[in-house]
């Protein structure tokens, strides 16, 4: 599988019947035809992958063209990848130059040797990509971990953003932050030197088929259509030499370090930030709205939106809304 090829369905299709597991369940292989039946193509062209150096890392960014347009970077959320944005990428492509990056240790990016990832090495990430690409000020979306990634470096560089949208993209809530650190810290240093040893000795998640891999896609999220499961998961993963298929994304992503930089410092960050900002919630989701939890406050120029029926993902949840939303802001 070659996943820089641009989503070709007759590509996805040839993997689909290459799985093993359709040999014997002739009713798996019919639903995933009739979902790549159902399924249109994504984009006519197509981005261009391209990579940029960061720390001595190669790391993957998509290109959807349109170079001399106004800027518009997206950034992915934790153990996904820049091709989750495609569908955003397709409706925003036509005013704005899309850049989509991958995270180090995810997508088509390398994974870092020791294991170890930080914000602050993935806010150098980003910083770097805006850099070599030579443009700027930029707008940015971002979800999860990539907004918290990107407030940090709109707080830093203040003048490189004209709008920022992060979706869910604070971290952990006051609460659990508290609940966290009511566990002395000897004992999590421990804990986490444990789960670390754990992570070195396993390997990546194996799996028989896109079949397999693509259930688990749907497992995780319940509001994605088949199309937008299928779509992740083909381009989400590697096909290993065995045959069988595992995620892209380091298995050391799973163990975060035990502390992150000072609250104090975060909320500088926060305050820092210059350009208009929206900060997105899914009314289903598990992540604290900074609007109930007092966050906000931290913030001077910053609005906050709950999407109702959507959770963590809720520009896949309520995409038409989504998008909307960025056309009216950005």
Not at 17 to 37: H, M, S, T, V, Y
Not at 70 to 99: C, F, Q
Not at 192 to 215: M, V
């Amino acid at each position: 599988m070659n996943p820089r090829e641009g989503g070709d369905l007759r590509q996805d299709s040839a993997l689909l019947q290459e799985a093993p597991a359709f040999a014997g369940d002739r009713n798996c292989k019919l639903r995933c035809e009739r979902i790549l039946a159902k399924a249109s193509p994504m984009h006519d062209t197509g981005p261009t992958s391209q990579t940029f150096i960061s720390q001595r890392l190669r790391l993957n960014y998509e290109d959807w063209g349109g170079r001399g347009k106004p800027p518009l970077v997206l950034v992915h959320g934790g153990r996904d990848h820049a091709r989750s944005w495609d569908w955003t990428a397709k409706a925003l492509r036509a005013d704005y130059h899309v850049i989509a990056m991958d995270h180090r240790g995810h997508g088509d990016s390398d994974w870092v040797s020791d294991g170890v990832y930080s914000a602050a090495d993935m806010v150098y990430d980003l910083a770097q990509l805006v850099h070599q690409l030579g443009v700027g000020p930029v707008r940015m979306v971002a979800h999860s971990m990539g907004g918290n990634v990107a407030l940090r470096y709109a707080g830093a560089f203040p003048d490189m953003l004209t709008k920022l949208v992060a979706i869910e993209g604070l971290g952990p809530s006051p609460e659990y932050r508290a609940k966290q650190r009511a566990v002395p810290y000897p004992e999590r240093l421990a804990e986490w030197i444990a789960k670390k040893r754990k992570a070195a000795g396993r390997s990546p998640r194996k799996y028989d088929s896109i079949e397999a891999a693509f259930a688990r896609m749907i497992e995780e999220n319940a509001y994605l259509t088949e199309e937008q499961a299928r779509h992740l998961t083909v381009h989400g993963i590697n096909r290993n030499e065995d045959g069988t298929y595992s995620w892209k994304f380091d298995p050391h992503l799973n163990v975060w370090p035990v502390e992150d930089i000072a609250d104090e410092f975060v909320e500088a960050l926060w305050g820092a930030i210059t350009c208009p900002t929206l900060l997105l919630y899914g009314a289903d989701s598990w992540a604290s709205n900074p609007e109930k939890d007092g966050r906000t406050v931290h913030f001077k120029t910053a609005e906050v939106i709950e999407f109702e029926k959507a959770g963590h993902w809720l520009h896949h949840d309520q995409f038409d809304r989504f998008i909307a939303t960025l056309r009216d802001f950005l």
